[in-house]
């Protein structure tokens, strides 16, 4: 099925320690994000790569970098984890009209202890 | 600073009514207005708005755009307790590349 496919589902990190979340989509779109959303919030965006190649900050990057690696692939990677960053993780994409708004992936519930 | 406000935060009915959901929203340059539905998962793309007026419908469903005042309202119908979900609200400006400013959503919990 076409869509956005994200690993892992589940992750527990000690303090201190890093993980890389995978994410690809297979719908041929330019644009890919990364949200997190926390208990009764909406979604916050982490960063974002409007095309192959480029990548930019969203609002809440601090403690996070992220490595468009093909059009199809944009990963995230927390380096130091701190339990601040305890949430779920959704990466979407959209295509250039943006019509359809974004595909998102199921999400990587990740806690930090 | 992009902002969307929903309201109410949360909301509690019983099969058949309707409800109506809020969103307001301050943006630059605005683009477009979208909403979503999240079950468990990740949100699922229910309506893009663009202009003003134009209702926007699916089935239950229907979403209607007041670019003046700045607000939009998702209705639904009919209610049915698979409509239990979070509602979330997200703007689009259009210098943005795609980026959406999402509200914290609203908690629609239909009782049967």
């Known amino acids: 099925n076409a869509g956005v496919t994200q690993t892992p589902k589940f992750q527990v990190l000690k303090t201190g320690q890093s993980m890389t979340l995978q994410c690809a989509q297979d719908?041929?779109?330019?644009?890919m994000y990364w949200y997190r959303q926390d208990p009764g919030m909406g979604l916050r965006l982490i960063y974002y790569s409007a095309s192959e190649g480029t990548t930019d900050k969203g609002e809440v990057p601090n403690g996070y970098n992220v490595s468009r690696l093909n059009k199809r692939e944009f990963s995230l990677r927390l380096e130091s984890a701190a339990p601040s960053q305890t949430s779920v993780y959704f990466c979407?994409?959209?295509?250039?009209?943006?019509?359809?708004?974004?595909?998102f992936g199921s999400g990587t519930r990740l806690t930090v202890v | 600073e992009d902002k969307v406000v929903q309201s109410p935060l949360s909301l509690v009915v019983h099969e058949g009514d309707t409800v109506t959901l809020n969103c307001s929203y301050e943006?630059?340059?605005?683009?477009?207005l979208l909403w979503y539905k999240q079950e468990k998962k990740a949100p699922t793309f229910l309506f893009m708005l663009?202009?003003?007026?134009i209702e926007k419908k699916s089935g239950r469903l229907s979403s209607i755009l007041d670019k003046k005042e700045l607000f939009s309202i998702l209705n639904i119908t009919a209610t049915q307790t698979g409509d239990s979900a979070i509602y979330l609200c997200?703007?689009?400006?259009?210098?943005?590349?795609?980026?959406?400013?999402f509200g914290d959503g609203t908690t629609l919990t239909v009782k049967p």
């Open positions: 719908m041929n779109h330019n644009s």
């Open positions: 943006v630059t340059n605005f683009r477009s």
């Open positions: 997200a703007v689009e400006a259009r210098s943005n590349a795609g980026k959406s400013t």
């Open positions: 663009t202009s003003s007026g």
């Open positions: 979407a994409s959209s295509g250039a009209t943006g019509r359809y708004g974004y595909t």
